[in-house]
């Protein structure tokens, strides 16, 4: 099994949720993060001080999906999230040894 | 109990302090004493029955002839006017300057800002009873009142008696709620001077100090019969509501206080933009309509067009300032921020404040676009040029605005709006500018030196500032033990 | 439809529940007919035109002479005063009471509690308008009103009307508007005792019957022109503006509430810490800032000392109990809370509403010093040995306040402040310590028996609280539909 | 500078516009011109002193007789209550409207809608000195009122002069003002229908350019002395407080805005939830507060039980509609939601508005009851039905509702209420209700008409949306440089 | 060592995080997540327009522990975070290269 | 490629941005998250009641970056993040198997 982490622009959440579930994905979990990367982030002003926003709103998702749906997950994510424009953000695959489904004690792709 | 530091030098320091805030009237009992054959007289005869009182209601008085009442007669419309402009004035402070300064600063000091406010209105109103109202607005002395109100005594026998030199038409209870409501705003003001880094014991003891060393004096000076700054006294300063009994006042010991205090850790570093500027716009919302009971108020009647013509004044002024600050930053800065709008409103309230009773309409407007325009670039551009960390703007907005409306109250005002004040503008009189400069100069020196006094004091006994870790934890849970979870 | 439960046994029981609310007065009818004659010719008195009635406005009023004033005669600045006053303590319910209360229970709760507040304010003035004035504030029945103001009819006819007995300055939709305040905010003040657990169908049929069975009777006993605990009947208690009627009152069905809904699931062992100070600050300044009209408006007019007079007792008690809180728990706790000062002030607040129209200044910061000590202890200390779940301090800060306050006032009383209330203290008339107590406890037993009878029927029928489940989840997202996002 | 545009030709629309604003009393000039004799000779005798006035003070007028005031007798209680109904209802618009709105939006918006009240209660104010009150509320031209008042020059000589016509008991200053704050709140509702997607700059010129073209005139046929729609005129429509000056017209442009601005992006697909309704909750409490300044202000006195009568028939039918709303959507939805609750009782607030003065407690009831139903109606369904996005319903409360209370006072006017008000119901006078539709219709179209040409102007010169990715990134990083971080 | 993802209902954090200390972990770090999966969220509705919620609150646990410590902590979480409703959530298990402490520069499993 | 997972106190967060950003990272993401370990919250107290705040807040840091830039990222945020007080965070290191640019489709370290 593997985790793939998606970090994407907050408005694509529901357009890349919908790909996942469309390429078979039946669970996912979702965090409000800050991402630091080539997109800069807005310039905020308060009486003449300018803050630079370094961060920039995203949000990461993160889905364990079986080796075998792996491709299809990562290029339903890549066709979702993607708009052209710098900060677009990135996807990322780490292996997963183990995945159990509490409230059944199911494990491994069962588990998902 | 950690409320007065850990060394006993330290403690005998600010017990020192707290005592003399309690007996800072006393001190000023000597002086005071000499004026108290010809107060105490006047006291007499506001509560002897006026034997040719008539029993009619009072006509509508002329603006211009100053009208007797008897001791009983209160005007129910008058009162019912400062009674109303009473609690307006108090929802100034709470919720209206609590919300103003807490949306300005970081999540991890909400309510310790909040705390200031509040904690402040509480400290102040007793004192105020106690003995504030007595030195500031009773006696004929040019520089301290007397102490026949101690603990309000003299409305312990009779609920109808009068303040019967300033404010004939209304029961005195009234009129000293009314005033109590500017002394709880005033220092809680100088709070945005000193946000985020004040430990809550020192700031209290600054409170109470402050106000009966600084405000009470002041407001005695230029308000009280024949107190040595206003019309009854040698300058004769116009400051109808407080442009610098309140603003410059406030603003002055605010700059004083950044200054003692030093710079907030990691400023120019760290991000200090506003946590929920929501809360300000609610807080700036609230002082601009609470600031009619402030500005109306100070007619201290409804019988005449006084009161009706400061609230005009006001409205227009206040409009004219927020306008003037958005639209100079549109055009510097390429956008207009919302603090931008509401910090230009609260310019404008401040600088028509001195002049809203003696200027017309077309003079407010005047004021409020000056205000606007001359209190964005102190705030904005002065502050960054000279760097001392004035948080909030205190002396930014209260102290630069309350100077510049007290000048120009004197360049606008018309004897044809309030007899009482003749201007250069409309009535030629040259002089008065000179009177506002005298007024805005002792104002402002007086509590520069007291309060680096009483800042001074502060910071060698107890210490005025949080530890290092403290301001860079947070206020509301290392000083109150509580935190916004929102 | 969910409203209802789900049994036909059940939905009969509330029906019948229902009915009762609406058919109380009519039950109440029979008593109330015996008056008739006699009310119904006090009524006929006050809208015949009056025959020698001046032409001139009212001359202002000295406190002790109970002035007779013609029909038509509106003093305008009494009418002024009390429309502001009927504003003001509107303000007091929504937002303040609102936000006080949600900013102190979790998030996923914050919107249910407004809706308690909000719904409240709507179903009562209602029922108000419909009977609840008419069997509260006419006739002159010492235990209940009369029927004649069934849906305000008397109004119809003539808005110059005026309730002669109680109210003679300012028009009857006035005094009618400012008692439905008192009404509202009344029965909303328990919400703090029944937070985060309650259904909201079994709220609303509470807050109707409670109003209907509880308040309008005490409210006729102790202030209706007659009423037999007031101070035209036999016990002769003192309540100026509702310490046994309204604090008490509240407080001790607040308590019947907690004890008959069981604690908060995870009390004890989960985080019930508030999730936004911030909203709690804003509400409990609005509560202080609308005071002065349940306060200083209940000296129902405006044209002599009473009304600036119990505005100063309120503002000074109410900083002293502020300031007592806090320094109490600075000392114990170690930490001067935010949380502490609010509930310093509302204790105050409390605790001087039966005084304010009776004691003088002095009297009024003895009274705050002592409700900040005493609720502090019964808040934070009683609470925790007893062990009831009084969410949000209903009966600790309202029900122990208003009964101390209560009987301060039959101590600090004094005669030169109001002729009417003559005090142990200075009058030696220790007659109205007893009487005070009488009241107490009268209005205790009363409200205490049919507060359990209510919710006990409800219990047994649609039930009062909601599912483990529900209250897991929050009440918000289950009871209305909606989150809080921000 | 980016506020107007980038191309030559669109800045040069825009400043045509801007110009039409200011130049726009000028072009009405023409036919106010003709009235001009009568008019200044109706301006000189109010300020001609009074020959056979009185020196007394004012008796209480019947609410019959017409009772003419010399130009001092200011009436202190109707000038006390007058100046605390402006000061409410300007706390209606901020920070009342303002965070009625930002609650209902998304976070990245919030800041972006509180700046449109408070920029545009700077910037009515300003215009209304200038010129709005003066072309709205001076001379007996039926359609236009003249130049005298710009710059409100005639209070520069005089503090004590009254608009005879229409408030003879108070300082024309404080009716200036009291009517300023009409002015503001009226374009600012405006705002409810074009949230999260109008471009600053675009409104504030339509702000201006509606205040002066739209809402000026149709306050002056409505409410002045001889205003052809009004009881003055010709068509003789009752309109007590603005059913159809305010809230109609308020609608009616929003209806406009909204069809003309198009939908919000994303809307049926991404979540529009409200982020804060606790920000909703404070703000539609602080309307209802307000209101009272409103509608019993619009008494213009407080001398008899007009103001009373007007503030009980508000505060009835406020709670019926919000228990209305309640009920209804509790009947179909299965859940009262809290949004529901509140938007029942601004329906109700709008609803009464008009009907305020004229109609009795049961009248006030049955307004309130239909306005909460036909309300949710027209929010909930109309508007799914036909699909413009009108966003926080500013067509389906105030629009509908402004409507339905226009026509129902028709119904429910009652003489005993108000001699000038005869209705159908009680008085037979079928005739009214069609003077009712007539008043309605023609603001209606005049209003869409004129708000068409307006917002067509802005649209062809400098846009009136924001770009798709500032809609898509917030309005607050985008217009204001700020975002909330709570 | 071994990173243990942990996805439970928010009411149950207290004890998950009590029953992993009482099966030896020493450190672990929390972070607010929305879910999507078998349990659907709740409807809110705004002026007759309904808004499926499809994300339900969850929290995420993360703690890494010995390569030992791996089978007691999982059947902790399991244990303390099962109602046995739907919903109850996912544990995952992803193996960690290296730890250091920052504040003592420990690295491997003295560093947990 | 490794996953560098950072816990550390907030008010390091730019800190340790910039000590990585020099340390030749270019991307990372941030979340706020709640810490359990060996330093111990405060304490909250409302009307008596005592809520022991278990959880401290911190934040995490996560950059994926090259195998060869592992070393030296480590320790650019061992440097910036240390105080020497307890509480000072965790680094973990994770194996990442594949990344992938949304914008450009680029994967790999090309992708970083
Ligand atoms: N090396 C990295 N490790 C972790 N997160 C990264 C890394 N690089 C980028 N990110 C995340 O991806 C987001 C988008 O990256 P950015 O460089 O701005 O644009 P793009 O995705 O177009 O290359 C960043 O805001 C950050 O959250
Ligand atoms: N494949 C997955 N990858 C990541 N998180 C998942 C996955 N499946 C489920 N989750 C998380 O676990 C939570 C519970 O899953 P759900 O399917 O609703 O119920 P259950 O745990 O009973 O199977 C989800 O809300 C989501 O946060
Ligand atoms: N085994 C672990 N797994 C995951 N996170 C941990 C672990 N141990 C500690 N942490 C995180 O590191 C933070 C700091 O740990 P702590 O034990 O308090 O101090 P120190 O870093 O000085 O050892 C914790 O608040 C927690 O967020």
């Known amino acids: 099994m593997k985790l793939i982490i998606a970090i994407v622009k907050p408005f694509k959440l529901d357009d890349v949720r919908e790909a996942l579930v469309g390429a078979g994905v039946e669970g996912l979990t979702v965090s409000e993060v800050k991402g630091y990367g080539r997109q800069k982030g807005q310039t905020e002003i308060y009486r003449g001080a300018e803050y630079q926003v370094v961060f920039v709103p ?26 052209g424009k710098i900060g677009d953000g990135k996807i990322f695959v780490v292996n997963v040894e183990e995945a159990i489904r509490i409230r059944t004690g199911e494990t491994g792709s069962a588990a998902l | 109990m950690k409320i007065f530091g850990t060394f006993g030098l330290k403690r005998l320091g600010a017990i020192a302090l707290a005592a003399a805030i309690l007996g800072a009237p006393v001190m000023m009992a000597h002086p005071a004493l000499a004026q108290d054959a010809s107060s105490a007289s006047s006291v007499a005869a506001s509560s002897a029955p006026a034997a040719a009182a008539p029993a009619a209601a009072p006509a509508a008085a002329s ?33 209206g300057l609590a919300l103003f300064y807490a949306g300005m600063v970081r999540k ?18 007793v004192l105020w009873m106690v003995i504030g109202y007595s030195i500031a607005f009773t006696g004929h002395d ?27 038409t209304i029961p005195e209870s009234v009129y000293m709620f009314f005033q109590m409501t500017f002394a709880i705003i005033t220092p809680a003001l100088i709070a945005g001077a000193l946000a985020d880094r004040m430990k809550y ?3 209290l003891l600054f409170m109470g100090a402050w106000l009966l060393l600084v405000y009470c004096p002041i407001a005695h000076w230029v308000w009280s019969a024949k107190g040595f700054l206003g019309t009854g006294g040698s ?13 410059l006042n406030a603003g002055t010991a605010g700059l004083v206080a950044a200054l003692m205090l030093g710079k907030r850790k990691g400023l120019g570093t760290e991000n200090f933009a506003p946590h929920n500027l929501a809360y300000s716009v609610i807080g700036a919302s609230l002082l601009w309509v609470g600031w009619f009971g402030f500005n109306a108020g100070s007619a201290v009647e409804a019988h005449d067009g006084q009161a009706g013509m400061a609230a005009a004044a006001t409205q227009i002024a206040t409009a004219a300032a927020a306008l003037a600050w958005m639209f100079v930053e549109w055009i510097v800065s390429k956008k207009p921020s919302v603090l931008g709008m509401i910090s230009g409103a609260v310019a404008g309230l401040v600088a028509i404040t001195p002049a809203s009773g003696f200027v017309n309409p077309t003079g407010a407007l005047a004021i409020g676009v000056a205000a606007g325009v001359v209190c964005y670039l ?12 004035d948080a909030l703007d205190c002396w930014g907005v209260h102290g630069i605005g309350g100077a510049l409306g007290a000048i120009l109250t004197g360049v606008f005002a018309s004897s044809k709006i309030n007899s009482a004040g003749k201007g250069w503008l409309y009535d030629g009189n040259f002089h008065q500018v000179i009177a506002q400069f005298e007024d805005v100069g002792i104002v402002f020196v007086y509590c520069l030196v007291m309060t680096f006094i009483i800042l001074g004091v502060l910071k060698l006994t107890i210490g005025i500032r949080v530890s290092e870790e403290v301001e860079q934890e947070g206020l509301d849970i290392n000083l109150h033990g509580e935190v916004v979870h929102g």
Request: hydrophobic share 50%; net charge negative.
């Open chain 1, 58 to 83: 995203k949000v990461k998702l993160e889905a364990v999906v079986d080796d075998a749906a792996v491709g299809k997950a990562v290029e339903a994510v890549k066709a979702a999230a993607a708009t």
């Open chain 2, 63 to 95: 603006n211009d002839a100053v009208v007797t009442y008897p001791k009983d007669a209160v005007n129910s419309g008058d009162d019912a006017w400062m009674l109303t402009s009473s609690v307006l004035v108090l929802m100034m402070t709470i919720p």
């Open chain 2, 108 to 125: 991890k000091n909400i309510l310790a800002t909040l705390a200031q406010s509040f904690g402040a209105t509480a400290l102040i109103t």
């Open chain 2, 142 to 168: 040019p520089y301290i009142g007397d102490f026949k109100y101690f603990l309000l005594a003299p409305l312990n026998g009779d609920i109808n008696i009068a303040n019967t030199d300033l404010a004939p």
């Open chain 2, 201 to 203: 014991s020192a700031f």
């Open chain 2, 235 to 247: 300058i004769g300063a116009l400051d109808y509501a407080g442009g610098t009994v309140v603003h």
């Open chain 2, 378 to 389: 102190s705030a904005v551009h002065l502050k960054k040029l000279i760097g001392y960390d």
